[in-house]
Antibody, heavy 122, light 106 residues
C-alpha cells in the first residue's frame, strides 16, 4: 500500500522560497499512470490546489500561483517536490501531497499524506 | 476561473439523510468528486466520477450531478460522519475545490 509523507522546514522567512518534499513508500513514483498533486490548507480554511505533475513529468498549476510554483519528481529518491517562491504570510498553511491513482477522467485523489505545517514569518 | 459554491454548514439528526450541495456553471457537464475531512486529519475521497464510491467507503454515501449542482447524500447519518466535506471538479487541466461544508450531526 502506497504511503506519502511530506517534509520540509516548518518556518520560512518572507520573500524566501518554500521547499517541501513528499516521500513515497510502497510503490515507485516513476511507474504507473499517476497524477501527483500538492494541496494546501490555511488554518481554519478550505483546500486549495497548488498543482500537479504526471508520471511523464508534465505539470499543471493553479493559475493564481503559477508564477511562483514549481513541482518536480525525483525518481532516484522516490520523491515529489514543491517549490514556492517569494512567500508571504498568506502562504502559511498545512501542505499536503496526494496521488490520483487513475488517469481516467473523474478520478479523485485517493492517497494523501498527513500534511506538514509551514509558517511564513520573520 | 471556474468556481464551486458550497453552503458553509449543514445540520442533520442521527439516522436522517444529509444532503450537501455544490454549485457551479454547468457543473453537470463535468465530473465531481467529494472529500471528507475530520479535524486534524487528511482529506479522504468518498465519491468520484459523480456517483462512485472508492473501496472501503460505506454505502450510505452517494452522489449525483446534474445541471449546475452536484449533491453528496449521506443516508442514515452517523455521528462519525460529522466532518468537513469538499467538492472538487476540473477546469480544463486544473483542479478546483469548493469552499467546504461543515456537517454537524446533532
Amino acid at each position: 500500500q502506497v504511503r506519502l509523507q511530506e517534509s520540509g522546514p516548518g518556518l520560512v522567512k518572507p520573500s524566501q522560497t518554500l521547499s517541501l518534499t513528499c516521500s513515497v513508500s510502497g510503490g515507485s513514483i516513476a511507474s504507473g499512470n499517476y497524477y501527483w498533486s500538492w494541496i494546501r490548507q490555511p488554518a481554519g480554511k478550505g483546500l486549495e490546489w497548488i498543482g500537479r505533475i504526471y508520471t511523464s513529468g508534465n505539470t499543471d498549476y493553479n493559475p493564481s500561483l503559477k508564477s511562483r510554483v514549481s513541482i518536480s519528481l525525483d525518481t532516484s529518491k522516490n520523491q515529489l517536490s514543491l517549490k514556492l517562491s517569494s512567500v508571504t504570510a498568506a502562504d502559511t498553511a498545512v501542505y499536503f501531497c496526494a496521488r490520483r491513482s487513475s488517469p481516467s477522467s473523474g478520478h479523485g485523489m485517493d492517497v494523501w499524506g498527513q500534511g506538514t505545517t509551514v509558517t511564513v514569518s520573520s | 476561473s471556474y468556481e464551486l459554491a458550497q453552503p458553509p454548514s449543514v445540520s442533520v439528526s442521527p439516522g436522517q439523510t444529509a444532503s450537501i450541495t455544490c454549485s457551479g456553471d454547468k457543473l453537470g457537464d463535468r465530473y465531481t468528486c467529494w472529500y471528507q475531512q475530520k479535524p486534524g486529519q487528511s482529506p479522504v475521497l468518498v465519491i468520484y466520477q459523480d456517483t462512485k464510491r472508492p473501496s472501503g467507503i460505506p454505502e450510505r454515501f452517494s452522489g449525483s450531478n446534474s445541471g449546475n449542482t452536484a449533491t453528496l447524500t449521506i443516508s442514515g447519518t452517523q455521528a462519525m460522519d460529522e466532518a468537513d466535506y469538499y467538492c472538487q471538479a476540473w477546469d480544463s487541466s486544473t483542479v478546483v475545490f469548493g469552499g467546504g461544508t461543515k456537517l454537524t450531526v446533532l
